[in-house]
């Protein structure tokens, strides 16, 4: 073998080793920059509109987060005006619940809840797990950041209610010392070490997130024993993609109708913010966090710069800007930094569940985001993934 092609194999392996061992190049983008950007979007005389909404859903689907948004960046920032915005939110919260307004849902329960009319027509109201999930996560988690910081002792009084609250509302979807008022939103069915509603995944996994929010909120081991077996259950329908190490899931795996249907972009959002903080209680690792990494910036991201409808890659979602809630995976996926700021600066306005994102934005760009390996809980089983390729296209639902 001559010098030469010794060099030449030499050359190769440490090239290969630079692929294999690179770390991910890390945002272009700056916090100051991504700091203007939130000042710039944050509409606060338009997110009024929200405070006096009742039965439609909104309160879940755009309010929230709005709450999760001032969250974000107090959390980047320090800085207490946005604790603000948020309490003047939550407040209203609280007063906006079925127990205080004196109404009643379909079955004549006035329960510390938020009712919906939306889906029937406002013929009979309803209180959708899905709805109670992301509508309480956000007031637990302040509870949590109260609690961690005793600068913030003048917010402890709001933070108490606001946990009461969450934690009263969680009580609603659990009727089974109440068998006569069932409701498919509150009938949790517990198999060996998993736990879930016969519901969409994504409604399964709002409420676990309220559980872990108060699980951080008050360290009572009960909501996160809860949590870890819907996380079981989620994890059972995880599927791994081999070419792209990411996982991909459908929308309501158990149904006959929608089993094959790939969750979408929308369910995403409630999906994965249950799967950060399932990572913080060491419920996920960070492999499976480098996967769910890899589904947003290795196949939702296209290369002509669109954004797929679905978790497979597939279809090109409406909602480009929503690519910015999963950077949560920030960590192992810095390129979606530059991804969502890209796309959330061309935009003339942001609706709630993008400002979330851009806050969220300015929270990993900062110095105050902590990213531990978390210790895996003694009771977490590791997902059961099957190996497949992404499914062909599938039919999107307008029911949430």
Not at 196 to 207: E, Y
Request: net charge negative; hydrophobic share 35%.
């Amino acid at each position: 073998m001559t010098a030469k092609r010794v060099f030449n194999i030499i050359l190769a392996l440490v090239f290969l080793e630079m692929i294999f061992t690179a770390t991910p190049a890390q945002s272009t983008v700056s916090p100051t920059t991504a700091k203007s950007l939130f000042a710039k979007m944050d509409k606060t005389s338009s997110w009024e509109y929200y405070k006096t909404r009742v039965d439609d859903s909104l309160i879940a689907w755009d309010e929230s987060y709005l709450l999760r948004a001032y969250l974000f960046m107090y959390e980047s920032t320090g800085d207490k005006h946005y604790l603000d915005e948020f309490t003047e939110h939550a407040d209203t919260f609280l007063t906006r619940r079925d127990s205080v307004r004196g109404v009643k849902d379909y079955r004549g329960l006035s329960l510390p809840a938020w009712r919906s009319g939306k889906y029937t027509g406002y013929k009979q109201y309803i209180i959708y797990a899905v709805q109670t999930g992301l509508t309480i996560t956000p007031l637990a988690l302040f509870a949590s950041d109260v609690k961690k910081d005793p600068s913030l002792s003048a917010y402890q009084t709001k933070a108490d209610k606001y946990l009461a609250a969450a934690k009263a509302a969680i009580d609603v979807h659990d009727m089974r010392d109440k068998p006569q008022y069932y409701d498919v939103n509150c009938r949790w069915y517990e198999e060996g070490n998993t736990m879930h509603l016969d519901r969409p995944i994504n409604m399964n996994l709002a409420m676990g997130s309220a559980m872990l929010a108060v699980y951080q909120a008050t360290g009572d081991s009960a909501y996160l024993t809860k949590a870890t077996k819907i996380a079981n259950y989620f994890k059972q329908y995880l599927i791994l993609n081999a070419s792209t190490n990411s996982y991909k899931w459908n929308y309501y795996p158990d149904d006959n109708q929608y089993g094959k249907v790939v969750e979408d972009m929308d369910h995403s959002l409630y999906d994965i913010e249950f799967v950060r903080l399932a990572y913080q209680s060491g419920i996920f690792s960070s492999t499976d966090m480098e996967r769910f990494a890899n589904t947003a910036s290795k196949v939702m991201v296209k290369s002509d710069g669109t954004i797929s409808a679905r978790v497979d890659g597939t279809g090109t979602t409406p909602y480009p800007g929503f690519i910015s809630n999963w950077l949560y995976f920030y960590k192992w996926a810095p390129s979606l930094a530059d991804e969502t700021y890209k796309i959330l600066s061309a935009k003339s306005s942001l609706v709630p569940k993008e400002l979330c994102g851009l806050g969220l934005l300015n929270l990993v760009l900062s110095n105050n985001t902590p990213a531990p390996e978390p210790t895996p809980s003694p009771d977490t089983e590791a997902p059961q993934v099957k190996v497949t390729t992404p499914a062909e296209g599938s039919v999107l639902t307008n029911d949430s």
